[in-house]
């Protein structure tokens, strides 16, 4: 087969509704359903070709791939070979503007893109839901990354995971809202989600977390469909702050937040009592990311640069789906 070396670029999402525990940790099937929205300007880019040679070569950020990347991409890899029916090592190169490792969603975004550079450069088109399923096996939340704007990831039924993919509910266009995110460490996050979602179902919490799922689903699907900002803002804040609740109880405790976290949150809740419709979601790491208007997102970032120990504040527009650029 020629050489066909294919460039994608997919934005991470933030869930707004968690998903927080797996039916199935090989297959990477969530316990509940999650909703998520796609953001504009945190993006990675991969690079794939199939080409004969020794082994995968996978580069990240200019630097060969350590161990533990490395072998989740090969691991990856080795998926989209089998369903391509191809045999030839492939050659990575990924490039982005998203730090990794500290909780803001570079492996949705690296695993989105991946998928997308990768089927096409192995020469498969998949149908949006085949892909959306395919980039789950790397990373869940990828799954969510590959479309633009509001979306749903299904937890499905089936033990072979093909009805667990994500899809749109609403476009970037369809609603203008900002995500503003305090950086409060830049350190790596000791406990990667895997590990943090292993303990939480351990925990004697979390029956009531799968109990609760359908309701904050139904919630935030209906107030996507209405732009309800306080509907939407109330359940996306329940779902954060059961998902580290869980962590608290389980054995041994799960502690994703610094101090500057809670003191964010503390902050957005007095802006919020002084008539700011905004709203805190926190995913596991210690960053904390606020939902609020085009029109808050100044004052909101004002608010968060101002808390000792934020170290930098992003704001982000809804951002589009992933594509080939290359
Ligand atoms: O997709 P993973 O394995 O990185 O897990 C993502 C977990 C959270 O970000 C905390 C929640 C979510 O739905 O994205």
Redesign the pocket.
């Known amino acids: 087969m020629p050489e066909v070396e294919v460039i994608a670029r997919a934005n991470v999402?933030?869930?707004l509704?968690?998903?927080?525990g797996k039916r199935d940790g090989d297959l990477?099937l969530p316990a509940s359903g999650?909703i998520?929205l796609t953001l504009d300007g945190l993006w990675t880019e991969a690079r794939v070709a199939f080409a004969p040679g020794e082994r995968d070569l996978v580069e990240i950020d200019g630097a060969p791939a350590g161990e533990s990347e490395h072998t989740r991409v090969v691991r990856f890899l080795d998926v989209v070979r089998e369903r391509a029916g191809r045999r030839e090592p492939a050659r990575v190169v990924t490039r982005g503007t998203v730090p990794r490792g500290i909780?803001l969603?570079s492996?949705?975004s690296a695993f989105a893109a991946l998928s997308l550079a990768a089927t096409r450069a192995a020469g498969l088109a998949l149908a949006p839901a085949e892909l959306s399923a395919l980039a789950r096996r790397g990373?869940?939340?990828?799954a969510?990354s590959l479309f633009g704007g509001f979306v749903e990831?299904h937890r499905g039924e089936r033990a072979d995971g093909v009805d667990s993919f994500a899809e749109p509910l609403l476009p970037p266009q369809g609603w203008d809202l900002r995500v503003v995110v305090a950086v409060t460490s830049s350190a790596r996050k000791p406990i990667?989600?895997?590990e943090?979602?292993t303990r939480a179902q351990a925990s004697p919490l979390y029956p009531a977390w799968i109990e609760g799922a359908e309701q904050d689903l139904a919630g935030a699907r209906a107030a996507v469909r209405a732009r309800d900002l306080d509907a939407l803002g109330a359940v996306v804040e329940h779902s954060a702050l059961t998902?580290h609740a869980i962590g608290l109880a389980a054995r041994p405790p799960l502690l994703y937040w610094h101090g500057a976290t809670v003191e964010c949150l503390r902050r957005i809740w007095a802006l919020r009592s002084g008539g700011v419709p905004a709203y805190v979601t926190i995913?596991?790491g210690p960053q904390v990311k606020v939902l609020c208007t085009p029109a808050d997102a100044g004052a909101v970032a004002v608010a968060l640069g101002a808390v000792p120990g934020v170290e930098r504040v992003l704001t982000c527009a809804p951002g589009g789906d992933a594509e080939i650029v290359g």
């Open positions: 999402n933030v869930a509704v968690k998903y927080w990477n999650s998520s909780g969603a492996s949705a990373s869940g939340s990828a969510r990831w990667s989600s895997r943090g979602m998902m995913d596991a």
